[in-house]
């Protein structure tokens, strides 16, 4: 079923098919997430404040990976930094790339700083400037990062399932929020992981279906 559906001041074009087997793998999706949210929850301590941010200071660097790749990837890279890329080329990820290997060299890491905020205290001194900053990006964070992935994720399920835009939101929110408010970082990580997986495997086969291999993809056919 092919319509038309207005929201949020876009116009876009649906194509619902709302098939048993679309529904089937979305609900097997979300169940495998709260499954592997469930087994973060029951196997790791979350007793202390590290335990429950940091997840204990025990995981590896492909766990750590894995998460800030999930994390940095989501709807919205999806329907828009990949038009930008498609006008404009692939150098528009190699920005967060950059920064990433500039950060890496500094001395943030060396001072075993986790935020933004703490390191400008150690810095800097004082608690003022780390708490300013520390609301201050959480404000930019909600509007900037938040608010857009919520956004395109429920347009998304619009576009595939023809659900409401409202109820996918609140749909999406729960899941997300019931295993990251009582799981803690852990089980943010370890949900992460699978997001990473699904993500690559994904893209590379929308890759090959959408341009029948990396030769029209290179000449844009």
């Not at 766990?63 to 890279?77: D, K, R, V, Y």
């Not at 150690?122 to 956004?151: D, H, N, P």
Request: glycine fraction near 12%; charge should be positive.
């Amino acid at each position: 079923m092919v319509f038309a559906w207005q929201g949020f001041g876009w116009t876009a074009q649906l194509f619902s098919s709302n098939s048993t087997l679309d529904i089937l793998v979305i609900v097997l999706y979300f169940l495998l997430v709260l499954g592997i949210a469930l087994r973060a929850i029951l196997s790791c301590s979350r007793g202390t404040v590290e335990d429950f941010f940091l997840a204990g200071r025990n995981l590896v660097w492909w766990q750590i990976g894995a998460f800030l790749f999930a994390s940095n990837i989501g709807t919205g890279h999806f329907m828009g930094l990949a038009g930008k890329g498609a006008s404009s080329g692939i150098a528009v990820g190699a920005f967060e790339w950059n920064v990433s290997s500039a950060f890496g060299g500094s001395e943030p890491p060396l001072l075993s700083v986790v935020t933004l905020p703490r390191y400008l205290r150690k810095r800097f001194g004082g608690y003022r400037i780390q708490f300013l900053l520390a609301i201050l990006y959480l404000l930019i964070y909600i509007f900037s990062k938040i608010s857009v992935e919520i956004c395109t994720g429920a347009v998304f399920m619009r576009l595939v399932l023809g659900l409401d835009v409202y109820l996918a939101t609140v749909v999406l929110l729960s899941v997300t929020g019931m295993y990251s408010i009582t799981g803690g970082f852990a089980a943010v990580v370890y949900t992460d992981i699978l997001h990473a997986g699904f993500v690559v495997l994904g893209s590379v086969l929308l890759m090959g279906y959408g341009k029948q291999g990396t030769e029209a993809l290179r000449t844009h056919e």
